[in-house]
């Protein structure tokens, strides 16, 4: 049971209650009046013609008057007052009393009201007569009266208590059955009817008079009603409509607010108000949503089917635009029987009209807030990934940057896809977008509370530290937003594993944000150079960096004056000691900023059209190196490093072979270390490329083997000679079994697939020992040599370790089992080919 519906109950219980209270002190009095009357019957016909006459008078009385609607009731004036007084003026108080009853009774079925207002009004009017005859003897009344003071002075006492009397029963009733305020049914309009209190008692005391007088002056009496009765009424209606306008005036001034809520909330109120209705409804077309309520509340807001609790009268409004379209309904409901006037039909149409216009403006309003909401979401965050964008990071950096001193350490963390860019050349863009979509969702979902994530273009992203307790919390922030970007991503059944380089860097003192961005920057790049995951800024190593964004500019000419170098690193037999080839390692010797790594370039190059020039420059300088070398009785091949890029150019094949020939080296002296990516494995024209290249005799290698795309199936496709065993693994070896495992495997499977296997970064005696205990039999690191110039490593290899031309460090010395090798099968310098080992079967 609802709310509504208990109190419902509890208005109809109390009703239900004052009725029958009413009619019980009705039937005790009309009892009473019975037996005075038979003690006491009408004597002359006189007494009976005035007795006729009060039931008349009182039957027009009833039927003529002013009504005014509350909800479902209708609360009328009338002039019973005026008849019962004079009544009890002239006749005994116990005719009076069964007169107005049966007077009241034949009004009643004259204006069929139901059965319980006829018993309300018979009984009320009764008592009122009662109270009134009873006021009078108790004033010691006789007709004629004494004098006229003692006339008027009677009369008005009676009069009064009659109309208090009449007024007290009837306003809490007409209040309960509209579940209205009492209060305010006594405060309606209180001057109007005190007004007609008084010209009532005029009207009772002037006939009085004339009775007395003349009798046959008493015709001038009905007109004299009437005149005054019209006059009354017009004042009411008047008033009411007048109030009417008033109302509607201020309703339509509440709904010209642009929130679609308040419209609606204010329109059930007021239209409730205004229409003295139950329960109002509006419901809207477009949203399915309705809203009900009465004047004090809303009772329901939502779009499920919810019927109306009130069943009564529905008087539906549609609500339509000026165009004529069918915006949603207004609905009324009363509980009772109600027809609404002329006038209120009209009002409800301007109601209605005004409330269309609301929802209208509301709804345009909205949608113009919604708008520039969109524009400004779209001002502030990246369409592809819905992350901040620059913009958006800048600002609340700067904003951060101000308040920092308060709430701890701001801080930036710079983050670059690798390989990023062979995701978009061999698959599409759209391949390359939904990488960064779920990169971008992986990083929303790993950032730590108020952190913000932005991305500020291509693959680079970038999170705000908020509020840090220590810089030292940022390292180990980025460290598991990293982790987060681990595991392989899937994009059509493939498994592509995205990492990051990252770059950390603390609010500087000064320099906002622009300062913070670029030391970020800065720090990513000596990550990449280090070959690291994370790096933090730091100022010592920063001059270098500087420049690294206006390096672009630079390239043209460095590729004209031939800025671009080689250096050499010598790749060795791990036992023996000996060179077995020599990698080489492009510098760029700037005339500015002196030497730069290629890592710090490399990119720069590859995105300015300039790669060919570049990588034609490092060939030819490696393939002048190893004839030199070649021709001072060292017969290394050297190896080559290929940009991804250059494997999508069907050319690059034919401008290799065409070096090779310019410089008289046979085919298998050249090395081409290619990284793996997916290009090399998604691609026709690199199939095509590789293919040729191995046909004509050039030796491949997979560089940084083990970190990139799933490593067994581009090994599948691509027809290599050698695998490069990245740094990070030799790095890691003593401390992480997994980095021993992915060695092992790797040394397994160069085994069984005939490949030479080099381990890259080697930095120790121990890390030389251990890499050939699990097999591998070659390897390159500061061991042995830093990368050097052609003419520096010749004379290097002239001198040798130990005596020992060709060798760079001294013989391996197994302390376990005696090395028995074979002497055939010892790599000699002639080619590269698979080493053997004393551990393992050939
Ligand atoms: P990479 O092919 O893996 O080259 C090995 C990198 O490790 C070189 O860095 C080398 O100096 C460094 N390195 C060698 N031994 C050690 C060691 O024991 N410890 C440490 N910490 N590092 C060692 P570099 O010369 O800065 O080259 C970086 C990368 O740049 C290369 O990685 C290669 O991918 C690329 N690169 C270099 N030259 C060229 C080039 O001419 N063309 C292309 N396309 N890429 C190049
Ligand atoms: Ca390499
Ligand atoms: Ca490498």
Partial sequence: MSQTQRHDNGTDQRLLLLVGLVAVSATVV???????????????????ITVTLLIATLTISLTVKAPIRIRSTTHATAWVETAVVIGVALAPTSWVVLCTGLGVAIATRITKLSLIKTVFTISKNML????????????????????????????????????LLDEAIGIPVIALAARTNILRHFGTNWDLRLVGFGVRFVVAVFTLVLLQVETWLLVAVPPLVLSLHLAYSTRVRARAERQAWQDLAHTTDALNVVDI???????VAQAANLFSADEVEVELQESGRTVRGNSESVTYDGVADDPSTINGTVVPMELKG????????????????????????????????????????????????????????????????????RRHLLERGAEQLGQRRTEGVVALLLLDLNHFKEVNDTLGHAAGDRVLVQVAERLRTAVHGQDLVARLGGDEFAVLFHALPAPAVAAHRAESLLNALHEPIELDGMRISVEASGGIAVAPSSGGMTELLRRADVAMYQAKRAGRRIATYAPTRDTADLGRLSLGGDLPRAVADREFTVNFQPIVDLRSGEVIA??????????????IDPLRFLETVE????????????????????????????DLPVAVNVSPRSLLDARFPGSVLARLRAHDLPPDRLVLELTETLTLSQLEVVDQVLGQLRDAGIQLALDDFGTGYSSLSVLSRIPVHELKIDRAFVTAMDTSAEAVAVIRSTVDLGRSLNLMVVAEGVESEPQRRALWELGCVAGQGHLFARPMPAA?????????????????????????????????????PRR???????????
């Fill in 30 to 48: 009309a009892t009473l009046a019975l037996v005075g009357t038979i003690d006491e019957p009408p004597r002359s016909g006189n007494e009976l």
């Fill in 128 to 163: 009122v007569a009662a109270a009134a005859g009873t006021t009078l003897a108790l004033l010691g009344w006789a007709w004629p009266p004494r004098s006229p003071a003692y006339m008027i002075i009677s009369l008005a006492a009676a009069y009064a208590v009659a109309a």
């Fill in 261 to 267: 809520n308040a419209v609606l909330h204010t329109a």
């Fill in 322 to 389: 000026h165009d004529g379209s069918h915006i949603g309904m207004l609905r009324l409901r009363f509980r009772g029987p109600v027809k609404l006037s002329e006038r209120e039909r009209y009002t409800l149409r301007t109601f209605a009209s005004a409330l269309c216009t609301a929802v209208r403006n509301a709804s345009a309003y909205a949608e113009l807030n919604r708008v520039a909401e969109e524009h400004a979401h779209a001002a502030a965050h990246d369409a592809l990934t819905n992350l901040a964008n």
């Fill in 582 to 595: 020599a990698e080489a390692l492009a510098r760029w010797r700037h005339p500015a900023r002196g030497t």
């Fill in 607 to 634: 995105r300015s059209g300039l790669l060919p020039a570049f990588a034609e420059a490092v060939l030819d300088q490696s393939l002048i190196a190893a004839t030199t070398w070649r021709e001072a009785g060292f």
């Fill in 792 to 828: 520096r490593l010749l004379v290097a290899l002239q001198q040798g370790a130990g005596g020992r031309p060709g060798t760079l460090a001294p013989v391996l010395h197994d302390e376990g089992a005696v090395v028995r090798l074979s002497p055939g099968r010892r790599p000699g």
């Fill in 832 to 842: 590269m080919e698979r080493l053997p080992h004393p551990h393992l079967p050939a």
